[in-house]
């Protein structure tokens, strides 16, 4: 099975997750093959959930046969029709051999993206088409039937992509591409405690999604997206966009927050808008004390443990997606058996002492308990006048609250909660996000003090393995600096 450069393997067989060969797990997809067909994969954890992939890399991926040397591959043009955006993460091929067309999925992100209609409720959505692509090598092929019937199936893929929207579909709800439009433009962003002026927002995903809030791209379900990604010098050209009004949404690595330029877009048949330039102006009030993480919408940037030995995927061992290997959520009350983690500012690392998520500790007697771990640091000085700010942004969320406190751990009232919030199960399905939660978070100087501070960041809601939440990013801003 392959999907990417990096992520391929030869597969079990499905005999291998039948009760006499395989051991369930904490949950019905995730199988430890113990007796299996093929004595090399006895050990080893199978879960389709170990296979899922980003909308934005999910263009290939499929089966190979090295005798006879044949190839079956999904190829996806266009993510279009898909709801989430690009990072949102959908299921791909797994044991079977199965290969997976997902046209929608609540995955990673719960009930916040299942379709809801009203009563009596017009709605059409065309999904697809879907291109099923086999290749073969003849006998007299030399080198390895894996590595060139994947590189022919990529090569394919990008063929493709530049005939999307593909020209046989005869119905009017599918557009050919002189009745769609396009949009073009430079996104730049300007926040005054990184430079002076503009900079181009380099790295960013610029999308046309339904009209909504700021940020609504990531819930919406039931129309059409069309994201790109700006160059180095933050220009974006989006084009084959179907007729419609849209908002246009964007987000920037290294930078917290979500974008929505005012004003809605009408697309209209062969119509080209352009839309100069951009400015996104991310949450900010004051200059940045410390911070913890990279705003990047996911957890990996943070320590993620080795996997039980008794429970790997060998595709993952020392690999770049550690994070998929099962089991991970069990390492915290391993490696914080009796005490929560505590990160000195100044003195860890958020790579090797933050743990990547918040979660559940199991007890002796089998039931689970919150946690509430602690970020010390030190303020030389303390303007009790002035309000600070925390923000915190949470990469993914499965029925936990956020309880914030700010030097009195025992303080019946929290000065944030953020009530019981996510159904993303992203920890259970070895995922690193799942939807994005910005909080944005004042504190008043009088709380805090001149010396050694603590803000204890509570997770409370503990009845399963599974449930937690995993940082994105937390920063602490101080007052603004007027003479800046």
Same mark, same amino acid.
């Given at each position: 099975? *392959?999907? +990417?450069?990096?992520?391929?393997?030869?597969?079990?067989? /499905?005999?291998?997750?039948?009760?006499?060969?395989?051991?369930?797990? *904490?949950? =019905?997809? +995730? #199988?430890?093959?113990?007796? =299996? #067909?093929? /004595?090399?994969?006895?050990?080893?954890?199978?879960?389709?959930?170990? %296979?899922?992939?980003?909308?934005?890399?999910?263009? #290939?991926?499929? $089966?190979?046969? @090295?005798? /006879? +040397?044949?190839?079956? &591959?999904?190829?996806? =043009?266009s993510d279009e029709f898909r709801s989430g955006g690009p990072l949102k993460q959908y299921l791909t091929s797994h044991v079977g051999p199965t290969t997976l067309a997902i046209f929608h999925s609540t995955h990673y992100s719960g009930e916040d993206l299942i379709l809801k209609f009203g009563e009596n409720e017009p709605w059409k959505k065309v999904y697809g088409p879907i291109f099923m692509y086999l290749n073969s090598l003849s006998d007299q092929n030399e080198g390895d039937p894996v590595i060139q019937l994947w590189k022919d199936a990529k090569k394919q893929m990008k063929v493709e992509v530049q005939s999307w929207p593909y020209d046989f579909p005869q119905a009017e709800d599918f557009p050919s591409s002189d009745q769609r439009g396009s949009i073009s433009g430079r996104l730049l962003l300007y926040d005054r405690y990184v430079s002076n002026e503009p900079i181009c927002a380099n790295g960013a995903f610029v999308g046309l999604a339904p009209p909504g809030d700021v940020g609504s791209w990531q819930r919406e379900?039931?129309?059409?997206?069309? &994201?790109s990604k700006v160059d180095e010098n933050g220009y974006f050209n989006t084009n084959d966009i179907r007729v419609g009004n849209y908002n246009i949404y964007a987000w920037v690595p290294g930078f917290i927050g979500d974008y929505r330029h005012d004003g809605a877009v009408t697309i209209t048949p062969g119509s080209h808008i352009e839309l100069g330039e951009l400015v996104y102006k991310p949450p900010r009030n004051g200059p940045t004390l410390w911070e913890i993480g990279i705003p990047d919408r996911s957890a990996a940037e943070f320590y993620v443990p080795d996997p039980n030995p008794e429970y790997i995927n060998k595709l993952y061992v020392n690999h770049h997606d550690k994070f998929r290997q099962y089991g991970l959520w069990e390492r915290y009350s391993e490696l914080y058996p009796d005490k929560d983690l505590i990160y000195s500012i100044g003195v860890d690392d958020y790579?090797?002492? $933050? !743990? !990547? *998520?918040?979660?559940?500790?199991?007890?002796?007697?089998?039931? %689970?308990?919150? @946690?509430? $771990?602690?970020?010390?640091?030190?303020?030389?000085?303390v303007d009790g006048t002035q309000t600070y700010t925390l923000r915190i942004a949470l990469a993914t969320a499965h029925m936990s609250e956020l309880q914030v406190r700010i030097n009195e751990p025992e303080a019946k009232i929290p000065i944030?909660?953020?009530?019981?919030?996510?159904?993303?199960?992203?920890? +259970?399905?070895?995922?690193?996000?799942?939807?994005? $939660?910005? %909080?944005n978070i004042d504190i008043p100087g009088s709380q805090l003090v001149a010396g050694n501070n603590t803000i204890f960041l509570t997770r409370t809601n503990s009845t399963s393995p599974f449930q937690g939440i995993m940082y994105d990013y937390i920063r602490l801003e101080g007052p603004p600096d007027l003479t800046y």
């Open positions: 099975m *392959a999907m +990417a450069d990096n992520r391929q393997r030869f597969m079990p067989l /499905p005999d291998d997750r039948e009760p006499e060969r395989g051991q369930v797990l *904490a949950y =019905p997809e +995730a #199988v430890k093959l113990v007796n =299996p #067909v093929e /004595p090399g994969f006895k050990g080893e954890v199978d879960d389709k959930y170990e %296979y899922s992939c980003e909308n934005k890399d999910n263009r #290939v991926h499929g $089966w190979i046969s @090295s005798d /006879p +040397a044949i190839g079956f &591959w999904q190829i996806t =043009p379900t039931k129309g059409y997206q069309f &994201w790579r090797k002492d $933050w !743990f !990547f *998520a918040q979660v559940t500790r199991k007890k002796d007697d089998n039931t %689970y308990e919150g @946690s509430t $771990w602690q970020i010390k640091f030190y303020l030389d000085n944030f909660t953020s009530g019981v919030i996510g159904k993303d199960n992203t920890i +259970a399905r070895h995922g690193i996000h799942g939807l994005y $939660w910005l %909080y």
